[in-house]
């Protein structure tokens, strides 16, 4: 079964700080990995999806690493704003049956 | 880009009242769709597999006769929470892959349903 962990639970910076947040999965036989950001009472948004044959995904300020042999993920976010306070889960897509293991998400605030 | 609504985006019930969500792909074909509980600071979790034309897959643990799920076509899943309590009160999500439930493929998820059961 897989499991995802993702660390820190949560992570306060002042504006303008380079960050990385961190995912890890128990199965390395994985399809693709999407990280979200979810504000409070709100649904989902989708950041990047990192197929498994890929190494990393950029989208603008946000960058998404993956290494699949040793379970790992990493999302950098450059120059952090206070409009990125959001919390940020990766999902994890298995071989089979298509659908998406959460990890616990990492609560981010950054301050003015 | 792919889109997923659900309606109501917030529910208020009296406890032991049916309440139906409705998740439908608006701009694709979905022939599988899954459905997430998410409790209050806590992450997503699976709650079941819809799938068009047949019976769904609910995880281990998730009652089927108390989580109905109907796939009545291929845009549209809907959840009905049968005879509702208090401890049902949760963020109900949706999602549908954009190549029926390929595995190269991107999830769409809906805003949520947020139910509140009195």
């Known amino acids: 079964k897989q499991e995802v962990t993702q660390i820190p639970a949560a992570l306060s910076v002042p504006e303008g700080e380079n960050l990385v947040l961190n995912c890890s999965f128990t199965?390395?036989?994985?399809?693709?990995l999407q990280w979200f950001r979810q504000d409070p009472g709100k649904g989902l948004t989708s950041l990047l999806l990192?197929?498994?044959?890929?190494r990393e995904q950029t989208s603008g300020r946000l960058n998404a690493s993956l290494d699949k042999s040793s379970g790992r993920s990493t999302l950098y976010i450059a120059a952090s704003q206070p409009g990125d306070s959001a919390t940020y889960l990766c999902?994890?897509?298995?071989?089979?049956?298509?659908?998406?293991?959460f990890g616990d998400g990492t609560t981010l605030t950054v301050k003015p | 880009g792919a889109v997923v609504s659900q309606h109501p985006s917030w529910v208020i019930c009296k406890s032991g009242t049916s309440v139906k969500i409705e998740c439908r792909s608006l701009?694709?074909?979905?022939?599988?769709m899954f459905w997430y509980r998410q409790f209050p600071k806590q992450s997503l979790m699976l709650m079941a597999t819809?799938?068009?034309?047949?019976?769904?897959?609910?995880e281990q643990g998730v009652e089927k006769d108390k989580f109905l799920i109907n796939h009545a076509s291929l845009t549209l899943s809907t959840l009905t929470v049968t005879s509702a309590h208090p401890e049902d009160s949760s963020f109900y999500i949706c999602?549908?892959?954009?190549?029926?439930?390929?595995?190269?493929?991107?999830?769409?998820f809906g805003p949520g349903t947020r139910l509140t059961v009195l």
């Open positions: 999602s549908a892959p954009t190549i029926a439930g390929g595995l190269a493929d991107t999830q769409y």
């Open positions: 199965d390395s036989a994985i399809y693709n």
């Open positions: 990192i197929q498994s044959s890929q």
């Open positions: 999902a994890v897509k298995g071989t089979n049956a298509g659908k998406s293991t």
């Open positions: 701009d694709f074909q979905a022939t599988t």
């Open positions: 819809s799938n068009e034309g047949s019976k769904a897959t609910y």
